[in-house]
């Protein structure tokens, strides 16, 4: 089987296993007067100079062979029906062999004017990136950073010296914002700093309690590091690391996001945007296009009532919704001296 097909395959598969999940371990103050209405809540935001109409996105997944390509076809369908932006998985695929190219492509095809992430892993060449960002014809580069992933896995890479520089290069060369992405293995406020440093115009945390790309390469492998399948740290504890720069960089969260809930909580700790790719995956290949496309348009509604309940009208205003850590998560934040200066009224 294709790598790029059994990532999917196993993907799927390690979903119907939820384990805990961080989200559930924060909780907003809720308060008596909201003096807000459903009708006048803007979904809107503004990532890495990008006007984006909701503040949540299909993030990147797949590509690089004929059933990538059915499944990056319907999902660009999906965000063309919701008018969500969208990235692609990593092209890098497309790069190797150019009959790949077509199924990423297709992304493009069906969102002529929409919004398109082309995605590439961070040491890839300024010729690579920028075959990448053609391909696709990107409004934006996404650069993974991955390396628990490759050591992982049996084909992976083992040499990693030179990724800071490199993209240092690109920031340079590149004439599209870019964005450092993790891959579910989240980020701490050392590496958020580095990115900071790197001048990129955003990062995704991609934490931990999503697809877990360390077991699924363990599954791939015949020597598997099974006690390595827990690495990192969470989207939550990533969005708490990453505090003392909210007002620095554009911060994406995605990594575990189950539902509206998750994507405020996640905007209340300084997200610009949403990244979402499992629980959209898993939806259209269970249930399908149309059945997905549902359940996007009644996040949004709910969306619009979870802010009415908090009192916010915008993102920028949920950054004001008080909110409370349990003990565990609490713990560990100060352990790693993080900073709740942007967290009203915080445990």
Not at 248 to 261: E, F, N, Q, T
């Amino acid at each position: 089987m294709n790598r790029k097909d059994e990532h999917v395959k196993y993907a799927m598969d390690t979903k119907k296993s939820k384990g805990a999940n961080d989200f559930d371990k924060i909780r907003f103050i809720h308060h008596g007067f909201s003096e807000q209405s459903v009708s006048e809540i803007d979904l809107s935001t503004h990532l890495m100079g990008i006007q984006f109409d909701t503040f949540f996105y299909i993030n990147a997944m797949t590509g690089g062979s004929e059933w990538t390509a059915n499944i990056n076809r319907d999902l660009a369908t999906i965000a063309s029906r919701t008018n969500l932006a969208m990235a692609t998985g990593s092209l890098s695929a497309a790069i190797k062999d150019s009959t790949f190219a077509p199924s990423f492509r297709v992304v493009r095809d069906i969102l002529p004017q929409g919004i398109v992430f082309a995605n590439m892993q961070a040491s890839a060449s300024y010729t690579n990136a920028q075959k990448a960002i053609d391909i696709v014809k990107a409004n934006a580069l996404q650069l993974h950073i991955n390396h628990p992933q490759e050591l992982l896995m049996p084909e992976g890479d083992r040499d990693f010296k030179g990724w800071i520089e490199n993209v240092a290069e690109l920031v340079k060369k590149i004439k599209l914002p870019i964005m450092i992405k993790e891959v579910g293995f989240g980020m701490s406020k050392e590496t958020i700093e580095q990115c900071v440093n790197l001048s990129v115009a955003a990062i995704d945390i991609s934490g931990r309690g999503g697809t877990n790309f360390a077991l699924i390469e363990n599954i791939r492998s015949i020597y598997p590091m099974s006690y390595m399948d827990d690495w990192g740290q969470s989207t939550v504890l990533s969005l708490l690391e990453a505090q003392d720069f909210v007002d620095k960089i554009d911060i994406v969260a995605s990594g575990g996001i189950r539902h509206p809930l998750d994507m405020i909580k996640s905007l209340a700790l300084g997200a610009k945007a949403v990244g979402i790719s499992g629980t959209i995956l898993h939806s259209l290949l269970e249930v399908g296009i149309d059945a997905t496309v549902d359940m996007i348009e009644r996040w949004k509604m709910e969306c619009t009532y979870i802010m009415t309940a908090l009192g916010a009208k915008n993102i920028q205003e949920l950054r004001r919704c008080a909110m409370i850590f349990d003990d565990s998560l609490y713990s560990v934040a100060m352990q790693r001296n993080l900073s709740f200066e942007h967290i009203p009224l915080r445990r």
